[in-house]
Each structure stands twice: as structure tokens, then as C-alpha cells.
């Protein structure tokens, strides 16, 4: 055990909720479900949001707001959209409240709205009433809409950032003229996705489609991106789908053509929400605290000076100054820790348990030989280097240590991705080396299901670089052309 943090081989669920908790990333609210993301967390959703953002605007699309509050009636009018989300709906009834005469506050049962309102779980049913409105011809078309926003999903079991019942996240959705345009978007944004998580998050991702049980409710077709997390299970990071008609047709979203007929919208909606920042920690992270890669840490260096009487301080405060200049005219973000009510070790422990990339020890006899120490948090390594050309040196070093977390992760997931022709085998590979199994399926729901309920394992996709090749189901011996990606999920 390392400051208050279990070991993961330990207890793995309790390690990342220790680590999330003495990070200082998040905290429990009086609201069960539901949490406080502290500063420290929400800087990297703030990074994980601009980088995000800047892609989205590169492919064309804008950012809008719609109401938190949608009638219930909208939920009626997609029938699997709703069957899909009515078992997770928060619902409000009532616009106010009152005091009962005795001191307390009751709800006014005389202030009963006319139609329920449900906390949004998501958007599609409001943003396709809205663009009702906003699309008559081709020329409306496309529309390119994405939203920042937080959502509420009523969860049983709730795990912070994992699985809230209310969270942030971004939801995109377009309406195209066309199905070729519309899966193109759809296949767009999931590029976007993994470009985002393999070059930023330094997590190696999976792309491919969910099976027909495992889509969006309401889709036609759903694509992800699969990541494996540390303990060996799957966690989903991203999904797009390619909503078809369905939402046009039921929210009467027509369109004239430019051969001058009626024809409904094709649509697509994508996501990713604050659940990436548990994918990060869980793929990275180490028995010491989180491990960051550098594109998404909120403190990039660290700058820890080691001195006995304020004179060594300012001088040591003189080349700090200047170094910091230098490295933010990089992008580097620094910190300098110059608090006199903590110790150097006590520092170096903080800014290890908050993964900061790289720390910058300098004290007076460095200042004398020109020199700093340099620790890495990813291999927890020192070198001492000198003090002339050490912007650009670190630069290098970030650059370095985001490629080396990325590689840990890749190989861990090639080292626990594992072939399996028969159903003993995997179970049995379930329960000794949990990952992900790549295994022969007859391509039906129910097989699927007798699996899932048998051994807890999904199909987490089918990967779009599935090669062909002849085999048997796992579970039935019936023929298959390609295996799919089963693993224990988050």
C-alpha cells in the first residue's frame, strides 16, 4: 500500500477509487449516483474537451445547446429508443414546492405539470423535433451539430467516472440527404475517436461494430472503439451510429430533393463522456498513483526547488522564471512548487500520486554545477542533465514519455488478446488470463446471449479489420466466416 492507495492486484476496483479519491480528481455528492469532479479532474475533461473540439470544428461541425428537459411524449414516438432508456429515465412531475405549515418543505401536489418532463439521457428525440423546423430542401442539408452537455441516466450501481448517473459528455448529431453521406459521417467520427484516444490518450483502441443486441437503441448500425483496460476487462471509450430514417420518420423530418420529391433525413449521433478519464486512469495508472500521458496531464513538469534560506530560493526563483517562460512558449505547462509548508519528499510523493509526467528537481548545488534532476513518472526513472538546452530536452522527454505509455499499453493488450476455438478454452482463458478473446460466433442473438448469461462476456464488437476465415461457433459448431471480440466489460 502506498499513501492510503491498495495495491490493484490487490483489490482493482478499490485501487481506482483510490486513486480518484487521493489525486484529488472527484469526490461523492449528497446526490447518491452522482459526483463532484474537482479541479484537478476537470482540467483533464477541459483538455480532453478543447482537443476534442478543435476536431470536431476541422471536420466541419458546430457546437449548440437544447434543453435538459424533454416531454415525455418525444420518448413515445421512437418505440426501440424508448424501450432502450425508459428503465434509466429520471422524471420530473412537479414545478414547485411548499411549506407544509410545520417547517417543512413538501412538494405542492397542486403544482403537477401537465406532462411529465424527463431529464435528458440523451438528445435525439428534442434535437429531431427541432430540426423538424430547420430542414425543408437539400440546401438545409447537412446539418453538422454537436453538444456540450451533461446527461442523467439512472444507475443502480454507480462508479466514479465510469458509471454515473448523471455525467458530462459531448453528443454530435447530423442530418444528411443521403445514407452514403450518413454512414460516412458515421465512419468519420469513429476515425475521429480513435485518433483521439491512440494519439492523446495513448490508448490503443479497437474499431468495429457492436452486433445487432449490443447497438444504440434506435440504430441501424453502431461502430465503437474497445480498449482494455489493466485488470484484462474491455472498456468501451466511443461510439457512432448511424441512426438510418427512423428518427425522421418519427419526428415527420422530410426533406425535397433536387429531383423535387419528399424524402426523409438520414441521421447520426456520436458520443464520448467522462468516462474516458477512467479509461486513462485504469490503462495507465500504477500502484504509486495515476499515470498520465503528457498531451492530457494538467501539469506537464513540475518544478521542485531544494534550498536551506531564501537567498538560494531567488536564485534558484531567477532560473525557474526563465525556464518556464521558455517552456510555455511551447505549450508546456509548469508548475513551481515553491510552498515553504511542504517538504521536497512530501511534494515529490504528492506529484507522483498525480501523475505528473516529469519533475524537475533543482537545489543550490545544482544551480552551482549547472544542472537539474529529471524524474519520469512513467518508468520512474532520474537522470541528471545540464541546465543548457533544458527546454528543449524536456520538450523531447514529453514527446518520448507519451510514446513509451502508449507502447506499455499496446503491448499489454497484444500480450492479453488471445485466439479460441472452443468453448472450454474460453471459459477457461476468461478465468486465467482475462483480455480479449477472439473467437468464432453463428452470427445469432440467441447464442450471444447464452453466452453473456453463462460466462458474463460480450461481444464487445466485430473488428472492422477482421480478416475471413472458415470456422465454428464456439458455443453451437455452426459455421462462421470471422471471429469477434469477446472480453468481461465496463
Not at 450471444?448 to 466485430?462: F, G, H, N, S, V
Request: net charge negative; glycine share 6%; hydrophobic share 40%.
Amino acid at each position: 500500500m502506498s499513501k492510503g492507495v491498495i495495491s490493484k492486484d490487490e483489490d482493482y476496483s478499490q485501487w481506482f477509487n483510490d486513486l480518484i479519491i487521493k489525486s484529488d480528481m472527484a469526490e461523492y455528492s449528497p446526490v447518491r449516483g452522482c459526483m463532484i469532479i474537482k479541479p484537478y479532474g476537470y482540467s483533464i475533461w477541459e483538455k480532453i474537451q478543447a482537443v476534442l473540439d478543435k476536431m470536431f470544428k476541422e471536420t466541419g461541425h458546430q457546437n449548440a445547446y437544447f434543453p435538459l428537459l424533454i416531454p415525455k411524449s418525444f420518448f413515445s414516438k421512437e418505440a426501440s429508443h424508448v424501450e432502450g432508456f425508459a428503465k434509466e429515465c429520471a422524471v420530473v412531475t412537479h414545478y414547485r414546492l411548499k411549506n407544509d405549515g410545520n417547517g417543512n418543505i413538501v412538494v405542492d401536489e397542486e403544482a403537477k405539470l401537465e406532462e411529465e418532463l424527463i431529464i435528458r439521457p440523451t438528445s435525439e428525440t428534442i434535437i429531431w423535433n427541432t430540426y423538424r423546423g430547420w430542414i425543408q430542401s437539400y440546401r438545409d442539408l447537412p446539418i453538422l451539430v454537436n453538444q456540450w452537455a451533461n446527461v442523467m441516466r439512472w444507475e443502480m450501481r454507480t462508479r466514479l467516472f465510469l458509471r454515473t448517473s448523471e455525467f458530462l459528455w459531448q453528443e454530435g448529431h447530423t442530418a444528411h440527404a443521403t445514407a452514403d453521406e450518413a454512414i460516412a459521417e458515421t465512419e468519420q467520427m469513429l476515425n475521429v475517436y480513435a485518433d483521439f484516444a491512440e494519439n492523446w490518450m495513448a490508448l490503443p483502441v479497437v474499431k468495429g461494430r457492436k452486433t445487432p443486441n449490443e447497438r444504440f437503441a434506435g440504430a441501424l448500425d453502431t461502430y465503437c472503439i474497445e480498449a482494455l483496460m489493466q485488470d484484462g476487462k474491455a472498456l468501451q471509450a466511443g461510439t457512432s451510429h448511424f441512426l438510418g430514417q427512423n428518427f425522421a420518420k418519427a419526428f415527420d423530418v422530410k426533406f425535397t430533393t433536387k429531383d423535387n420529391v419528399q424524402d426523409f433525413v438520414w441521421a447520426t449521433s456520436w458520443g464520448v463522456s467522462t468516462r474516458l478519464i477512467g479509461a486513462l486512469i485504469m490503462a495507465h495508472s500504477d500502484d504509486a498513483g495515476l499515470v498520465l500521458p503528457p498531451k492530457l496531464a494538467p501539469i506537464q513538469v513540475v518544478v521542485v526547488p531544494i534550498y536551506k534560506h531564501d537567498e538560494e530560493l531567488e536564485n534558484i526563483t531567477t532560473f525557474v522564471n526563465a525556464l518556464t517562460k521558455e517552456l510555455r512558449s511551447k505549450d508546456i505547462s509548469v508548475k513551481f512548487d515553491k510552498r515553504d509548508t511542504h517538504r521536497p519528499g512530501a511534494k515529490f510523493a504528492e506529484y507522483e500520486l498525480k501523475g505528473v509526467p516529469l519533475r524537475v528537481a533543482i537545489g543550490s548545488r545544482d544551480m552551482q554545477n549547472g544542472t537539474v534532476e529529471l524524474a519520469r513518472r512513467d518508468t520512474k526513472t532520474k537522470e541528471t542533465v545540464n541546465q543548457e538546452g533544458l527546454a528543449a530536452h524536456i520538450e523531447a522527454l514529453l514527446e518520448e514519455i507519451q510514446t513509451n505509455i502508449y507502447a506499455k499499453a499496446a503491448t499489454f493488450r497484444e500480450e492479453n488478446t488471445t485466439e479460441v476455438d472452443t468453448y472450454d478454452e474460453f471459459k477457461r482463458m476468461l478465468d486465467e488470463q482475462p483480455g480479449f478473446l477472439s473467437a468464432h460466433w453463428d452470427g445469432t442473438a440467441e447464442t450471444e446471449q447464452k453466452i453473456k448469461d453463462e460466462t458474463k462476456a460480450t461481444i464487445r464488437c466485430i473488428p472492422l479489420n477482421n480478416k475471413q476465415e472458415e470456422g465454428k461457433c464456439i458455443l453451437t459448431g455452426k459455421p462462421s466466416t470471422q471471429r469477434v471480440l469477446f472480453a468481461r466489460a465496463y
